[in-house]
């Protein structure tokens, strides 16, 4: 199915560096030069660099036996897996587009994808979290014409099903190793090469079509960002279906000769003995990740001298976990970033910025970007002052899927991108989120923005977690509502939060009520589901207090 023609855009340089990539294939045949470096190692499974160029040349050649063509789509439903890795390398080797899934999404959301996308073939599992997807997807009611061949690569799934190994079987069929090697040489810079939806949150998830030479960007700025090498060993927490996962984490490590050690879940006590065990150096992740590696009771019985990089980024980064990060663990740098599936990561602390600083911004703007923060009108707002988000640069998605009036709605002719996140920018340059236009709520007539609220509020020393809706008021039109996860063995009231927030805050930012629950509701990229939370707000019977 071809591509809806995008709007044009002016056409930006792709990444550029010893190597001269310009597409995710040339940068897969460099990484051969890595030869007997281990690139990936996921259980029993061991791959050299030499080994994993083979398995994902074998998957592109039995992708074209198959029946796959140059600009088809091709879905990933799995988790985080040396097939997983072995897939998408394989995909772009045979000229088509990668389509992932989140592990997370119910029948409707992935059969919603796999029939937006046209995907002609998906590779998924059976055995995830008891789940099986293939019995999820039969059961969705969801017609997919398109979709010709289904590829299990984890468990067992009944005909027409192809097990992953019978799949492989199919590169030896003549002629398709060759046509493989032309569909990988023609591939170009400005051809699709993934198609990401975003979380959702915030309504049905929009389909961002990036090229080779954009996600490139993504990729190398990041390894260079990171100063990832042959000799790191990169344990992978966030999920390859997500932007950070498959192009700072796949590709930045395929182009870098890094050791990728996927996870397919999040297990604090299975990712220290990991650290130990195979000398992990970089450990990127949300801040809960963090939080919960410092709060695991036996976290001394482990050897983590090997760490050297932590990467994080979220609006509501308690300055206190940057600061015990520092302190408690052997990390030598402690980068927080800011990035969306629509431009992949902006802006960026530095190693030796302060811990206020990683905590409350989001740091400068990488050497690709540009930066400016504008009023409702556009037109530029002064700095320090709060304001839309605007970013250009070469990393900038292509267009949203089939869908040119969204694509024009944030898309300007020359290349300007509006995130819909509200931002303001100090004197050193730094960025701050303080939300997202869609969440700001006005409490008689003063713009509110959560984040900022979120950030006062991880101050106080009960507070663990803390997110911050808009609600009616029938008299100020709309206040605060906190939503507060309290530290391990303490016990705060709405009332002393609410009084403690009134020293700290100007009135109309401070919550009206605060709900106190076990967990807040993320979703598989570490972001608060607030839909979820303003669904249940009149709902709970949680304490809470009223200004």
Known sequence: MPFAEPPRQPQMAGPTDSD??????????????????LSVADGETRLTYAELVDAARAFGAALVASGVQAGDRVAIWCFNSARWIV?????????????PINTRFKAREAGDILARSHARLLVTVTTFLDVDYLALLDGSGIDLPDLETVVVAH?????????????????????????LRRRATAVRPDDPSDILFTSGTTGIPK???????????????WLQMA???PDDRYLMVNPYFHMFGLKAGILASVGSGATMFPQAVFDVRHVLATVEKAAITVLPGAPTIYQSILDCPDRDRYNL????????????????????????????AVIAGYGLTEAGTATATSADDDPETVARTVGR??????????????RDVPPAQPGEVLLKGASVMSHYLDDPS?????????????TGDIGAVDDRGNLRIVGRAKDMFIVGGFNAYPAEIENFLLEHPDIEQAAVIGVPDARLGEVGMAFVVARRGSSPSAETIIEWARARMANYKVPRSVEFVEDLPYNATGKVVKDVLRAGASGHQHERGQS
């Not at 080797?93 to 389509?99: N, S």
């Not at 090229?211 to 960007?217: G, I, P």
């Not at 090997?306 to 052997?330: F, H, K, N, Q």
């Open 207 to 221: 389909g961002v079509v990036q090229t080779h030479s954009r996600t490139l960007s993504v990729s190398t700025d």
């Open 305 to 332: 001298a090997s760490l050297r990089l932590a990467v994080t980024g979220a609006a509501d980064i308690p300055v206190e976990l940057i600061r015990r990060i520092r302190a408690e663990l052997p990390f030598r």
């Open 155 to 179: 468990g067992a799934g009944p005909a027409p099903a192809v097990d992953w190994l019978e799949f492989i079987s199919r590169a030896d069929t003549p002629g398709r190793r060759e046509e």
């Open 406 to 418: 969204a694509t024009a709605e944030v898309l300007s002719p020359d290349g300007w991108l509006r």
């Open 227 to 229: 100063q990832l090498g």
């Open 365 to 378: 703007a990488r050497p690709s970007f540009e930066l400016r923060i504008v009023d409702g009108a556009g």
């Open 87 to 99: 897939a998408a390398l394989g995909i772009w080797e045979a000229g088509a587009t990668v389509v």
């Open 20 to 37: 001269g990539w310009v597409t995710i294939p040339a940068m897969t045949a460099a990484a051969a030069r890595f030869g007997a470096r």
